[in-house]
């Protein structure tokens, strides 16, 4: 699938065929009771489900954070920013890697409990970027909170990410406000997209959606 955007400020159509998909799967999955990126979910692991289900034709999956050895052979993997903790040392070190490896662009984040995120959710937050050459990030937001997974940005958050990091945020949720970040409108069921931080709330969803 390749996403086509009339950029207003120059006339013509901008193309994103190959944003990559980072899925941070760096977190505990303490109030899961089991690694939530391994878990199995419509048969193939949850980390895999999320990525394969966003990723547009040709776009990149890569995962961010530690996964058992062997668990996901094929896939690139790249290491939580050191020294962080939490989603910023996955996004942080996902914009790192979306510029050395492709140069300046977009990207999208995905948590890897999401449960059958569906990839047309990205479309309006790509839509964001269209005419804009400040905006660093666009999420849903929802029930006066944002909702960050799944969500799109741009490389040109790097250095203003990595300065709040330095001064001491660790919240997903102040660096979505200090950031230059678009809102859109959940209009899905719920506060935001499907997640789910316990095995019975995967149970639940997973029969939602049958």
Known sequence: MVIQLLDECVGKLIHYPQIPVY?????ASQRFGADKATTLVDGEPWALHVGRRLATEGGEIVLAGRTPDGAFDG?????????LSGPLAGILAALRDR???????LLAFASC????????????????????????????RAADRWQPFPSVAHTRWLPALSEQAAAGTRSLQAALDGAKAAAVKWDGAA???????????????????C
């Open 75 to 83: 896939l690139r993997r790249i290491d939580d920013l050191e020294g």
């Open 113 to 140: 409990d999401l449960v059958r995120p569906e990839r047309v959710w990205l479309e309006p937050l790509v839509a964001e970027f269209a005419g804009s050459g400040a905006l660093d990030i666009a999420a849903y």
């Open 23 to 27: 899925v941070l799967v760096g977190g």
């Open 99 to 105: 510029l050395d490896k492709y140069g300046v662009g």
């Open 191 to 209: 506060d935001g997209p499907p997640q789910a931080n316990s095995v019975a709330e995967l149970q639940s969803h997973l029969g939602k959606h």
